[in-house]
């Protein structure tokens, strides 16, 4: 299988300064996760690991609106400097002024957790560049099962706003170049909820989007994720999210996948997108399912029994001890 990877700075290393207080460096994005799946996969010869192109700014910047902000903020700091917005004007803001003045983040950002740094425009650029370099693959048919080793993950950035440790929303843009040529359905299986990659597509009946997830009554990002949210306008029926309990072992979550696949093959995609997270995994610090690292096999098995081109985004997933393995387990399973 290819893994395509790009760039993985360690000046876009934030630490939460709002979240965990001024002096916490309590990290849980850091550059170390790319470090820990590349040595798991480069052990193994059944992994070959490619550059990801350049692709065009327009094709980030034309379905994020905020581009030009994250752009230009970056452009403005230090090198150790980090600019967090602490300004939310909530819905109904005038969305199209002011976009270039660091003052203004909070129109474009719902969180005070996703700082912007010197280095973090050109990370986020090439974590897209990363997906969208798989998704080419998968588009031209040279490769039916792609990995794109993307940091940061993407799947809470969407088309008004960014957050959640997300600039921009990888599986969103590789899904939106796949779609010139065939509909896509995109599973987010990450323990988080992402909110970013349905609001996307939450009016477009070509792409099918599936979420199995921390029930947001207890568990971020609260405001989406509920099983009722299924679509709008002419794409009712094209969201389906599975909001799982604390505690959730493999038997649920392989049920949970189960009605997902049965959807997927009603809905006849001509491309899969997984976003794949192994926060839900039973050691990570901030997940609380069950999840063991054999099972991410299974899990990856359920999804090649579709048979279908498959872009796999890497999401998040935060104890270094097992990260590598979990990834690499999935990608042994669905290749
Ligand atoms: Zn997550």
């Not at 700082?115 to 050109?122: A, L």
């Not at 207890?218 to 094209?238: D, M, R």
Request: aromatic letters at 12%; hydrophobic letters at 35%; a negative charge.
């Amino acid at each position: 299988m290819l893994v395509i990877e790009k760039y993985n700075d360690s000046l876009h290393n934030p630490y939460w300064k709002y979240q965990l207080g001024p002096e916490a460096y309590e990290v849980k994005d850091t550059p170390h996760r790319v470090e820990v799946i590349k040595i798991a996969l480069r052990n193994d010869e059944r992994f070959h690991f490619v550059t990801a192109k350049t692709f065009p700014e327009r094709i980030i910047s034309q379905i994020h609106p905020y581009h030009d902000y994250i752009l230009k903020t970056a452009q403005s700091l230090k090198e150790e400097e980090e600019f967090y917005p602490d300004l939310f004007p909530g819905e109904g803001a005038h969305l199209l002024k002011k976009v270039d003045a660091p003052l203004w983040g909070g129109l474009w950002c719902t969180d005070a957790v996703t700082p912007i740094k010197k280095k973090t425009y050109e990370v986020a650029r090439a974590s897209v560049e990363t997906a969208l370099t798989g998704a080419e693959l998968i588009r031209n048919g040279k490769e039916k099962t792609v990995y794109a080793l993307c940091r940061p993950s993407g799947h809470h950035a969407g088309p008004r706003v960014f957050g959640g440790y997300c600039y921009f929303n990888n599986a969103a843009t590789a899904a939106e170049f796949l779609l010139q040529k065939g509909k896509v359905a995109i599973v987010d299986i990450d323990y988080h909820h992402g909110n970013g990659t349905q609001e996307f597509f939450d009016e477009i009946k070509s792409v099918f989007t599936f979420s199995i997830h921390g029930n947001p009554e207890f568990e971020y990002p609260y405001f989406w994720g509920y099983s009722e949210e299924k679509g709008k306008g002419q794409a009712v029926g094209t969201n389906h999210n599975e909001p799982l309990p604390a505690g959730t072992q493999l038997k649920e979550y392989s049920e949970a996948v189960a009605r997902i696949l049965k959807k997927i093959q009603a809905f006849n995609p001509s491309y899969l997108i997984i976003s794949a997270g192994f926060d839900t995994h039973e050691a990570d610090p901030i997940g609380s399912f069950k999840l063991r690292t054999e099972d991410y096999l299974s899990i990856g098995k359920q999804f090649k029994s579709l048979d279908i081109p498959t872009l796999v985004c890497q999401e998040g997933g935060y104890n270094t001890n097992v990260l590598g393995e979990c990834a690499k387990n999935f990608l042994l399973g669905i290749m």
